[in-house]
């Protein structure tokens, strides 16, 4: 999968039906679900890595200003980086290059979901079997953290 695609598919929520994340969710997930399992496997690892590329205290400031970002919920800032992602590569390159742009309040916590939901879809399997190289959760991006070494 090229990262064009995965920007295509994350394009494909239907923010029409904003309250339902699974019906926002649902063009983007049927599309997905076309596509080889290995596909769904890649898209799942760019989604890692772009969560992970946002695991950092710099973006954690942005997130939450004038908290101590050694204190913040680790699940709440994993669901607000997914904000960033659901707005498309242009924003998500823009507060990754000025943290400032943070799109503070907002959280899209069902786009961890996608590629397991598509996985389903296209197989009938509940299981999603498929680890990735990089794991998106909060403060596992060392290097992001320098205050924690």
Partial sequence: MSEGLFWEILDLFNWK???DDDAVMLPAEKRLATLPVEDI??????????????DGEQYAAACYPGEDTN??????????????LVNGPVFYESVVNDPSKWPVGMEFES????????????TKEEDFPHLTALS?????????WPSLM
């Avoid at 204190?71 to 960033?84: E, K, N, T, W």
């Avoid at 998106?136 to 992001?144: D, I, L, Q, V």
């Fill in 17 to 19: 039906k904003t309250g």
């Fill in 136 to 144: 998106y959760e909060t403060r596992s991006n060392m290097a992001g």
């Fill in 71 to 84: 204190h913040i919920s680790g699940d709440a800032f994993l669901y607000d980086r997914c904000s960033v």
């Fill in 111 to 122: 786009l961890l979901n996608l590629a397991a939901q598509a996985y389903t879809r296209k």
């Fill in 41 to 54: 496997f890649a898209f799942e690892d760019i989604l890692t890595e772009k969560l992970y590329q946002l």
